[in-house]
Structures are given as C-alpha cells and as structure tokens.
C-alpha cells in the first residue's frame, strides 16, 4: 500500500516510495563566548542527537535513523556558524544509497556558511553506494577568509564484502567553494561503472576509498607538507597542495576502509596539531 502525507511546512508528499527532508542549522556565541545551537529544525530521514561542548567546540551529530537514500529522496541541508563560533559535524554511521527502482536518483543538497572568526569540521562516516543506485549530491560552502574549515568527504566503492565494487549505477558530485567573493574550488564528479570516469579511481586500488579534505584558517598556518607527505604507503597514495587565500586541500585513495579510517584518524590529529589544538572527541571512532 502506497501512503501519502502532506507536510504543512513545504506542501511536499512524504510517500511511500520517496521523502524530502531537510535540516537546518544555525549554532553563535552566547554572551559568555560558549558556542550554542541557536537555530535548528529538520525533517526525516534526519535527526540530532544531543550536542555538547569539547575543547571549547560545539559537538553534534547528525543522524539518519532510516535504512538510508532511496531514489526520489531529497534532502536538503543548511549549515550556518555565526562569527566566532566553533561546531563540529559528524555522522554516527555510513550513509548509503539504495538500488533505484524508478531510474531517478537520490539527491543531497547541502549549503554551509562560516563567518568571520568561526570554525566548522564536518566529518561523516563514508558514503556507500549499493548495487544499482542513482546518487547526486551539491555542495556549496560560502567560507569568510578569517575563518576556519576542516572538510571531509569520503565515498566508498560499495559494499566490498557483498561483491559489490563499484557497481552503482551513477554518483553524480558538484562541490563549490567560495572564500568571500571568489569562487576557489569547483569539482564535478560523474561517476559511471564501465566508463572512463572511474578509471582515475581503479588505476592505484581496485577498490579504492576516496577521500577529498579542504582545510582553511588555523589548520594551514603551519601546513604539515613533510608530514603529509609521509602518508603516502602501499595502502594509502596521497597528494595535497595550496589554493587561495590559505585554503588547502587533501586528496587520497585508499586500499580499503582500514587504511582509510587510519588516515582520517591520523589527519585529523596532524592538522588540529598544525593549528596548535586538540581534536574534540566525536563519541564514535575518535578519542
């Protein structure tokens, strides 16, 4: 039986076969300088878990209690940190997108805006692709040059341990990066199985995990370049290299998820070291 309600806010169906959600999130100072979740409101397939405050930072995770992305899903994400204030993002678990059964895909819009003096680290869990799935997701982040980012993404080429290696069939990914005015990074990826597209990703791993890090403010003014470098072993190959106005940015492929998980752990304590801080613990992978 196919269901359909009708949400007073949008006037969008939640169907049965598909649901657009949305979560938007605004986190300033309080007046004694502690950050705080001013603003939210958010629809399924999410939900927040409770926040709380780690060397000196705001601490959220953001929760997808569904099985994950269907075809015709839609969500839409808004992330803004006021000037001076300091959130951390994290997921406690994969997102992943199913077999499309209409031919439509999935697609994840997300916008973020850092003010001047703030600081925001966004630090999913992988995105898995299943068998079969239409995926596109959009990208943009409006980024004050007197603030800081720590952006992590990381997909993964499906479910290995079911046979499924890059098996999907399309992930479409646009990212923008804008510092003040300037447009400073602009990405698309098209990826198709059996085409040219995924070639880059195969040539080093069969089935490579991938990882993009962009990284601004406190965590470049003293860019570990030797210890980067260092990296790069049998199961991990990774360059990186500098943008506009301080913005750096982070590519790697990895053998499989341990090497990838063991890099980002590993990043993340080089480049909170770089800035001369403690990475604030996420309650899931990191301590």
């Not at 805006?113 to 630090?123: F, G, N, V």
């Amino acid at each position: 039986m196919n269901t359909c309600l009708s949400n007073a806010s949008t006037g969008r169906p939640v169907s049965g076969s598909s649901i657009s959600g949305h979560l938007t999130l605004r986190c300033e100072n309080r007046a004694d300088g502690v950050p705080i979740i001013s603003q939210q409101s958010f629809r399924a397939p999410i939900h927040l878990s409770k926040s709380y405050i780690d060397q000196g930072q705001r601490v959220l995770s953001i929760v997808n209690p569904t099985a994950g992305f269907f075809d015709g899903d839609q969500l839409e994400t808004k992330i803004h940190v006021g000037a001076g204030a300091r959130l951390v993002l994290s997921t406690p678990s994969a997102s992943r997108v199913y077999r499309t059964r209409s031919g439509a895909a999935a697609v994840n819009a997300q916008q973020f805006r850092i003010e001047e003096d703030a600081a925001l680290e966004w630090i999913p869990e992988p995105f898995i692709p299943h068998a079969g799935a239409r995926y596109v997701q959009r990208t943009q982040i409006d980024l004050h040059p007197g603030a800081t980012l720590l952006f992590f993404d990381w997909i993964a080429p499906g479910r290995v341990a079911m046979g499924e290696v890059f098996a999907y069939q399309n992930l479409r990914w646009e990212f923008d990066l804008f510092l003040g005015e300037a447009l400073i990074a602009r990405e698309r990826y098209d990826l198709t199985p059996g085409g040219a597209s995924l070639e880059a990703l195969r040539a080093k791993f069969p089935a490579a995990h991938y990882l993009s890090i962009y990284a601004s403010g406190k965590m470049t003014r003293h860019w570990p370049a030797e210890a980067l470098d260092a990296l790069t072993s049998e199961q991990v190959y990774l360059g990186h290299g500098p943008l506009s106005g301080g913005v750096y940015v982070i590519r790697a492929l990895c053998q499989d998820s341990l090497s990838a998980r063991k890099l980002i752990e590993g990043l993340r304590v080089l480049l909170y070291a770089a800035a001369e801080e403690k990475p604030p613990a996420l309650g899931r992978i990191f301590c």
